[in-house]
C-alpha cells in the first residue's frame, strides 16, 4: 500500500474582517417582554455589592467582631476598663438570646437597592416537616390566587422536594433549598448564610409584593433577609391546636412579620397569646386543598386504585411505623381488616417517606398527592388525626377511625379528634391495642352506622378556607 503524504489545509481566517451588514446576537440578553415583568434586572456588579453589604453585616454581628470591638474600644479609651467585664456579660447575654431566637441581631445597612416590587408578584416559603401540612395550605391559597386573578405570579421557594406537584396543580415557578439536615455535617449558621442568600437573589430578580411563610419556627436566614425588605408585605401563616405549655415562638422573630395567618382547628382557637405581637391577625376556616367537585367520582376512583366497586374499601394512613411488625399499630390494623373477606385495604404511602415493604391479595398502595382526591372510593379510613388528615375527613364526610398521635412536639390531635366524636361523625382509639383495634374495625363495618356518621360530619363542614385568605389578598393587593 502506498503511503500517503498528509495534506495541510490553510483556511483564511474572517477575524477582523467582519461586514459592516454582519450584527451578533446576544442570546442571553433580556428581552422586552422580561424586562416589562421584571424590571430593570440588577447588575452582576450591583449584586457583588449587595452580597459583600450582608458578608459586612454577619461579620458585624459575629461573636468574635463584637467582643474584639468592645476590647479595642476600651484600649483606645482605658477609662472604659472598669466596666469591661459588664459589657463582655451583656454580650454574653444578647448572643446566648439571640442564638436562642428571642432577640434578633443588630441591624446594620445591608438592604438591597432595588426597591420597586411588582404589584401581583408573590413570594411563598413553605417548610417541609414530617408530612406535606406547610406545602399543602400554602399550594391551596396559591391555587385560588391563580384561578381568581390569572396574572398573578406565584414564586415557591421551599425546602419540599416534590417539587413536580407545582407543575401538575399550577404550573408555580419554584426555587428548592434542602433542609440543613439533607447536608452531611453543615451547621445552622452555614445553611442560614445559605438560605438568606438564596432568597436575596429571589427578591432581587422577581421583586415581590408579598412573601408569605408556612413554618412552625422562623429560620433566622430568613429573618435576616426579609428585615431588609420593607417595601414587602410579610405573612406568617401559623396553623394548629397547640399543646400548653409549649416553648412559645419569641417576639422578636413574629414581629418582623405584618400579618399573621391563623387557620381555625376543629375546637376554639385561643388567640390571647397573639395580642402582645406587633403583627395584625386574620383568621379563616381550616385551609384544604381540594374542594369537593375535585374528587373524583367513586367508579373511575376504583379503577385507578384497582380495587372492585362493590367491595368495602379501608383507607389507611398511619405514616411511621413497621408495617412488618406484627405488635406495631398498623401492623396490628392491616392484621384485623384482612379477617374480613371483602375488605380491600389503600394504604396511603407518603411521598417523601420510605417506601411500605408490604403486599396481599386485596391490598394496594397509593403514592400520589393528593389522596384526598379518592376519598370517594372509600367506605371508611383509618387515619392520624394531622391537621390536613382530619379537616380533609370531616369536609368530605369519610368514616374515620383516628389514632392520635401523642408525641408531636405542638400538635395538640387527640383535642382536635375529640371534637368530632363527640358529635358522632368519627371515632378515637386512644389506646392501640389489638382488641381495642377489632372493636372499632368492626363498629364502622356496619353500613348503617357509617351513613349517620356522614350526616353528623356535615354539621362540622365550613368554608373552605384557602378562598378565604385567596380573596382577601386579591383584595389588599387591588386596594393598595
Known amino acids: 500500500m502506498e503511503k500517503g503524504g498528509r495534506r495541510t489545509v490553510i483556511r483564511k481566517s474572517p477575524k477582523n474582517k467582519l461586514s459592516k451588514n454582519v450584527t451578533k446576537t446576544i442570546k442571553s440578553k433580556v428581552s422586552k417582554s422580561t424586562n416589562r415583568k421584571y424590571g430593570k434586572v440588577p447588575k452582576k456588579s450591583t449584586l457583588v455589592v449587595e452580597r459583600l453589604k450582608r458578608d459586612l453585616r454577619r461579620t458585624k ?148 409584593n408579598y412573601f408569605i411563610y408556612d413554618g412552625a419556627f422562623p429560620y433566622r436566614g430568613m429573618l435576616n433577609s ?61 385551609i384544604l386543598l381540594l374542594d369537593k367537585d375535585e374528587l373524583m367520582n367513586r367508579r373511575d376512583a376504583c379503577a385507578r386504585l384497582g380495587v372492585p366497586e362493590n367491595a368495602v374499601i379501608v383507607y389507611v394512613q398511619l405514616g411511621a411505623g413497621n408495617i412488618n411488625d406484627i405488635n406495631s399499630e398498623i401492623g396490628m390494623t392491616i392484621d384485623v381488616l384482612k379477617r374480613y373477606e371483602d375488605i380491600y385495604v389503600v394504604l396511603g404511602e407518603s411521598m417523601i417517606g420510605a417506601r411500605l415493604n408490604v403486599s396481599g391479595e386485596r391490598i394496594r398502595i397509593i403514592r400520589d398527592y393528593p389522596n384526598s382526591r379518592f376519598f370517594r372510593a372509600f367506605d371508611f379510613s383509618i387515619m392520624a388525626a394531622g391537621y390536613n388528615s382530619f379537616h380533609e375527613a370531616v369536609q368530605f364526610s369519610l368514616p374515620t377511625i383516628f389514632y392520635p398521635n401523642m408525641n408531636t412536639g405542638q400538635d395538640d390531635q387527640l383535642k382536635r379528634a375529640k371534637v368530632a366524636e363527640d358529635v358522632g361523625a368519627m371515632l378515637i382509639v386512644r389506646n392501640r391495642t389489638e382488641n381495642n383495634i ?32 385567596a380573596k382577601y389578598l386579591i383584595d389588599m393587593i387591588n386596594e393598595n
Open 61 to 208: 454581628t459575629s461573636a468574635s467582631y463584637r467582643i474584639g470591638n468592645t476590647i479595642v474600644n476600651c484600649l483606645i479609651k482605658p477609662w472604659k476598663l472598669i466596666l469591661l467585664p459588664f459589657k463582655l456579660i451583656q454580650i454574653s447575654w444578647d448572643l446566648a438570646n439571640e442564638r436562642l431566637g428571642i432577640k434578633n441581631p443588630p441591624n446594620y445597612d445591608s438592604t438591597v437597592e432595588n426597591k420597586g416590587v411588582n404589584k401581583k408578584t408573590i413570594v411563598v416559603f413553605p417548610t417541609n416537616g414530617v408530612g406535606f401540612g406547610h406545602f399543602t395550605r400554602i399550594l391551596a391559597i396559591a391555587k385560588r390566587m391563580k384561578k381568581i386573578d390569572e396574572e398573578m405570579e406565584i414564586i415557591f421557594f421551599t425546602t419540599m422536594p416534590t417539587l413536580h406537584i407545582l407543575k401538575e396543580q399550577g404550573k408555580f415557578v419554584a426555587y428548592h433549598i434542602p433542609g440543613r439536615k439533607k447536608f452531611e455535617d453543615m451547621d445552622a449558621k452555614t445553611w442560614n448564610t445559605l438560605t438568606e442568600e438564596f432568597m436575596e437573589n429571589i427578591f432581587s430578580i422577581h421583586r415581590p
Open 226 to 286: 426579609i428585615s431588609n425588605h420593607n417595601e414587602m408585605t410579610k405573612f406568617w401563616l401559623r396553623r394548629g391546636t397547640l399543646k400548653k405549655n409549649i416553648t412559645k415562638t419569641p417576639n422578636e422573630g413574629i414581629n418582623l412579620f405584618d400579618y399573621i395567618i391563623r387557620p381555625k382547628d376543629s375546637i376554639e382557637l385561643d388567640l390571647s397569646s397573639e395580642e402582645e405581637y406587633n403583627p395584625d391577625l386574620i383568621t379563616c376556616n381550616p
Open 438 to 469: 377489632a372493636d372499632a374495625i368492626e363498629k364502622l363495618y356496619d353500613e348503617d352506622l357509617r351513613k349517620v356518621m356522614k350526616n353528623k360530619a356535615a354539621l362540622l363542614h365550613t368554608e373552605n378556607g384557602a378562598e378565604q385568605i
